[in-house]
């Protein structure tokens, strides 16, 4: 049986292959705040301008490409049982080829209705129309998770993090919560890694391993691939 690995990421992965985090944006899109296009009240009041917003960083999503980070990442499912939790809306974890991805914040290439949830279209265009709708009469939005919605998947997660060996954590500042909140049920006999630039205050148990995720991530992959626990 495979040693089970769960690698958590955040925005810090995203961001280095080209594609802007909201910190990066100044908390502003054009002349609105950023909780006014990524939330269902700026949904209600603005839609034109909520799937503006969206088509934007979706056409940044399909122009960018997976970093030598997300390739490690994938190539660790050679010896390992990875699971991959991100938060990122963009798939540049499939596209380098993970195979077992959990979106806890939705998934900008996907949309949903407005009014059921459950009724999710792999999108076939760059962009999402009013007037668009589901086979229901539902406009359709972005299947993404807004300030003040259920971040999704949060059981399995949790197993998930639980059960495993060894934990990376990845390009997350660890306070965008409930998400964040995941890593406090490692195991305490569990492995557990943090990738970043710049330290911060890490729960207990953790090795922060310093500098970019496309640095640091393909050199602690070989090495556990090659059977060495550290770089």
């Avoid at 190539?75 to 540049?92: G, R, S």
């Avoid at 807004?146 to 998947?153: L, P, T, Y």
């Avoid at 207990?204 to 691939?225: C, D, I, N, Q, Y």
Wanted: hydrophobic fraction near 40%.
């Amino acid at each position: 049986m495979k040693e089970s690995v769960v690698v958590f990421t955040g925005a810090g992965v995203s961001a280095e292959s080209g594609l802007r985090t909201f910190r990066d944006m100044g908390g502003l899109w054009h002349e609105y705040a950023i909780e006014d296009v990524a939330s269902p009240q700026g949904w209600r009041k603005h839609p034109a301008t909520v799937l503006r917003f969206y088509d934007e960083r979706r056409r940044a999503v399909l122009e960018a490409q997976p970093n030598a980070a997300h390739l490690a990442i994938a190539a660790l499912e050679a010896k390992f049982d990875v699971v991959v939790v991100t938060q990122n809306i963009d798939d540049l974890h499939e596209r380098a080829g993970s195979t077992r991805v959990i979106h806890v914040h939705g998934e900008i290439l996907k949309a949903r209705s407005t009014l059921d949830p459950s009724l999710v279209y792999r999108l076939d265009k760059p962009g999402i129309a009013l007037g668009d709708l589901c086979e229901h009469g539902s406009q359709l939005r972005p299947d993404v998770v807004w300030f003040g919605e259920d971040v999704r998947h949060m059981d399995d997660c949790r197993e998930y993090f639980a059960a495993a060996s060894r934990i990376l954590t990845i390009g997350t500042s660890l306070t965008v919560y409930p998400a964040a909140g995941l890593v406090r049920f490692a195991r305490h006999d569990s492995k557990k890694y943090f990738v970043s630039p710049e330290g911060q205050p890490l729960p207990r148990g953790f090795t922060w391993l310093k500098g970019h995720a496309a640095k640091v991530v393909p050199r602690l992959a070989e090495a556990w691939l090659s059977g060495r626990e550290q770089l």
